[in-house]
């Protein structure tokens, strides 16, 4: 058994410790928002949080997550509060949206880090997330709103 | 005549007993606590031994000049823009453990793996890139160079440290460094037994 939380709740499950990460949040838990790309953390499509930071759960086997906290797109807020996610749908951000998720959640990990981050901060933690209908510039506008937000104390 | 038969005898026997003497492995006839002056060293032959390991690309790609690893066999930048970071384990969201994981994956071309993995520190970034034998040598066994090091921590780091061994066990799709890791490793501690002594240029 592997033990571990995932948005706040505990789950025990009966799974091979090799198993990725990514499929044991799909398949077992039914957590579908966070996406399958490339299968060999080249895309970033599956970026989850272990215990706060950036992970590519495609690659991760779900041994790394024993007695850890995971978060996936799904936890980021019970309500689309987070101030990355107003800003994504007031900047309008997503295209095809199969990326957007794990966008997000590499944004969440730098706004938490740089509250007021650069545009290069951002092309620096936002690398290895790749977006096939490129939509970064609003990927980049969308972050900057959001840090706005939390300076202003209207967000969490 | 018997004693003049058996005096050779001797003779041979101590020439043989010379010459095998002399042409011993260094490595298996020295025990590594064995002290000898750093000026009998052949100018570095004994640092020089184990240079291969050093400049080879599973250790330069992350002692190489610039803010981020490199990788492969021609060193080439990481993909993806990766930087060093402040601390050497990577930026927010594009940590190092954000892809590796403690251990390699089982197929080309997916993110190699081991504990604590990551670059030197900017602070202390250990780039080797460019630098001479002695140079490299002395920069080795410098504290203010090599994460405040003394010679014994040097050689164990050298020898037993989990991310230096993954040299020897790169995973699929890339080449291990040169030498056997027990070679290496009696190499590193022959040189310094003997004082760790550098080339003179």
């Not at chain 1, 499950?13 to 990460?21: A, G």
């Not at chain 1, 807020?77 to 990355?84: G, Q, T």
């Not at chain 2, 990481?78 to 994981?101: E, L, N």
């Not at chain 2, 410098?142 to 010679?151: E, I, S, T, V, Y």
Request: glycine share 8%.
């Amino acid at each position: 058994m592997i033990g571990f939380s995932v948005n706040g709740k505990r789950v025990d499950l009966d799974v091979d410790p090799s198993t990725p990460l990514l499929w044991v949040i799909r398949e077992q838990l039914s957590l579908t928002g966070t996406k399958y790309g490339c299968g060999m953390a080249q895309c970033g499509a599956c970026t989850v949080h272990i215990n706060g930071e950036a992970v590519r759960s495609c690659v991760a086997p779900v041994s790394r997550a024993e007695g850890k906290s995971i978060t996936t797109i799904e936890g980021l807020s019970p309500d689309l509060s987070h101030p990355l996610q107003r800003a994504w749908l007031e900047e309008d951000v997503p295209q095809c949206g199969y990326c957007q998720s794990g966008q997000l959640m590499s944004a969440a990990v730098l706004l938490r880090e740089k509250p007021a981050p650069t545009d290069e901060d951002i092309d620096e933690a936002m690398t290895g997330n790749i977006c096939r209908c490129g939509t970064y510039p609003r990927i980049r506008r969308a972050i900057h709103r959001a840090a706005e937000m939390v300076a202003k104390g209207g967000a969490r | 005549m018997k004693r003049v038969e058996f005096f050779v005898a001797v003779l041979i026997l101590a020439v043989c007993a010379g010459a095998l003497w002399l042409s011993r492995p260094v490595a298996a006839a020295e025990p590594p606590n064995t002290p000898r002056a750093a000026s009998d060293s052949n100018d570095g032959a004994l640092f020089t031994a184990f240079v291969p390991v050093l400049r080879h690309p599973r250790c330069m790609n992350c002692h190489s000049k610039g803010d981020y690893p490199r990788q492969g066999d021609d060193s080439h930048r990481h993909t993806m823009d990766i930087r060093r970071g402040p601390a050497g384990f990577g930026v927010t969201a594009a940590k190092c453990s954000t892809c590796h994981q403690d251990h390699n994956l089982g197929n080309v071309h997916l993110p190699p793996g081991a504990p604590a993995w990551h670059l030197p520190s900017p602070s202390m970034p250990m780039i080797w890139e460019g630098l001479t034998d002695a140079q490299l040598c002395q920069s080795l066994k410098d504290p203010k160079q090599n994460q405040g090091r003394n010679l014994d921590q040097l050689v164990e780091h050298l020898t037993e440290d989990k991310l230096v061994a993954w040299g020897w066990n790169p995973g699929p799709g890339r080449t291990p460094v040169p030498i056997p890791h027990d070679e290496f490793s009696a190499k590193v501690k022959v040189w310094q037994a003997a004082g760790a002594p550098c080339p003179s240029r």
